[in-house]
C-alpha cells in the first residue's frame, strides 16, 4: 500500500503506533464483558461476517459450510477455498493482515495453508490473552463505542467499566427500532418494552417522546457521547402535533401507517431526537442508503444481517439539507456525521456537510468515513479524495470498523497505509510541498486518531 518514500516515512514514523479509536462497530458488550474465549478460529473470524458469507455463497459454497451444521474445521477449510478467489476484494487483504497482526501467520491461506493455519490460530485462541479483552488491547484499542438500543439495561457496559478492563467501551444510542413502522405489532411490542426500560407508562405520543427523553438521560449517565441512526434516506416533511398524536394512537391500534404517516412521524422523531443530541453535546451519526433482507428465502431461513443487504438508491439531498436546516434555524444542530452507502451521493453528503459548519467547532459536521460497499481501498481513495475536494481533509475524524468481529482492527492499519500513500505520493509528485512535511506528518496523526479523539471528547 506505501508506494512511496515518503508515504512509508508518514506511516511508519508517525501514525504506525497510534491508538485506535474505533467510534462505532457492531460487537457484543456481552462478549467483552465476560471476556469471552473462542472455541475456534472460525467462531472468532466466520459467525456473523456477512462479508465472507457473501463471497463464500459467490464462490459456489453450500450454505451448509457457512450458517449452517457443518463443524468448524469444515466450515474454516470451504473459506480458505474461497479466499484466492477473493482477489482484489478488500476481504483478501482483510483476511491476510488480520493473520499477520493478531495471529503472528505471514503465509498466504489457501487450500494447501488451511489445515495448518486452523491449528495454529486455535492454539494462540486457548492462550488468555487471546480471549475477547486481550484480542481488543492487543489491537491498540483506546476507546471503541458498541450500537446499543434505548431498552438496553447497559448492564455488560456497567460491568465492563467496573472490571478495570483498560480500554474505554462505551454505549452509542441507536433508536432504530422506535422508526420500525411497517409492522404494527411488533411495534406495539417494542413500545411496552420501551415504557419498561424508562419506568413509565406510554399511552400517547407524548408519553413516547418522554420515555425517550429518560433513556437518553440514562445512556449520557452510563457515559454515551453518540447517538446512530440507518436511515434509507433522510425525512424532513411538514407535521402538526395532532397528526403525529393520531399517527402513534393508530399503529398502537394494531393498524398499518401510510407511506405519508410514516414519513411525517419519523420526520417529527428524528428532529426531536436531534435535539436531545444537541442539549446533551453528542455527536450524531446517520448511515444512509442500505437497502435490507433482500433475500425473502435467506431473512426467512437465516435473518437479518445475513449478507443480503445492498446499496439503495433514493434521493436524499433537498430532505437532507431541510432536516438539517430546521435544527440549525433553532440553533439545535449537534455535531454530526453523515454516511451514504450509495457512491453516487458522495459529493451530496459532502457538501450537503460542509454547508452547516458555523465557525464554532471545528468539523462540526463531517462526511464521515467510506461505508460498508465503500470501506474498500478503491471507495476510502474515492472518499478522500472528493473530502479533500469539498472540505477540509485535515479535520476528518478518520476510520472507523462497523464490525462484529473481533479480529477486525486491523482495517485501521488498512486505512492508514492508504492515507499516507495518497498524501505521500501527492508530496513526490510537487503537489503539497516537501517544506510542509511537519504540518503533513501532524495531519495524518490527526486523522488516524487525535481528531476523533478531540472531536468526540473521549
Known sequence: MLTTSTARRLYHENVEQLPIVDYHCHLSPKMIAENHSFRSITEAWLEGDHYKWRAMRANGVSEEYITGNKSDKEKFLKWAETVPYTIRNPLYH??????????????????????????????KLLQEDFRVQGLIARSGVEVLCTTDDPIDSLDYHRRIRESGFTVKVLPAWRPDKVLALDDPQVYKVYIYHLAEAADMEITCYGDLLSALAVRHTFFAEMGCKLSDHSLDTFYAADYCPAELIQI??????????????KSKF????????????????????????AIRNNSTKIFRTIGADAGCDAIDD?????????????????DKLAKTIVYNLNPKDNEVLAAMAYTFNDGKVKGKMQWG?????????????????????????????????DSRSFLSFPRHEYFRRILCDLIGRDVELGKLPKEEME???????????YNAKDYFQF
Not at 393508530?250 to 404517516?261: S, V, W
Not at 504540518?439 to 486518531?449: D, P, T
Open 94 to 123: 482483510w483476511t491476510h493482515l488480520e493473520l499477520s497482526r493478531i495471529f503472528g501467520v505471514n503465509e498466504l491461506l489457501n487450500p494447501r495453508t488451511a489445515c495448518r493455519i486452523y491449528e495454529q490460530c486455535n492454539e
Open 248 to 261: 402513534f394512537d393508530k399503529i398502537m391500534c394494531g393498524n398499518h401507517l401510510t407511506t405519508e404517516d
Open 266 to 289: 419519523k420526520s417529527a422523531l428524528l428532529h426531536e431526537l436531534a435535539i436531545m443530541d444537541a442539549e446533551k453535546g453528542w455527536v450524531q451519526q446517520y448511515h444512509l442508503g
Open 314 to 330: 433514493l434521493c436524499c439531498a433537498a430532505r437532507g439539507h431541510r432536516f438539517f436546516d430546521d435544527l440549525d434555524a433553532i
Open 369 to 401: 468515513a467510506a461505508w460498508w460497499f465503500l470501506d474498500n481501498e478503491q471507495g476510502m481513495r474515492r472518499h478522500l479524495d472528493t473530502l479533500s475536494s469539498q472540505g477540509l481533509l485535515s479535520q476528518f475524524v478518520g476510520m472507523l470498523t
Open 439 to 449: 504540518f503533513i506528518a501532524q495531519m495524518v496523526s490527526n486523522i488516524s486518531y
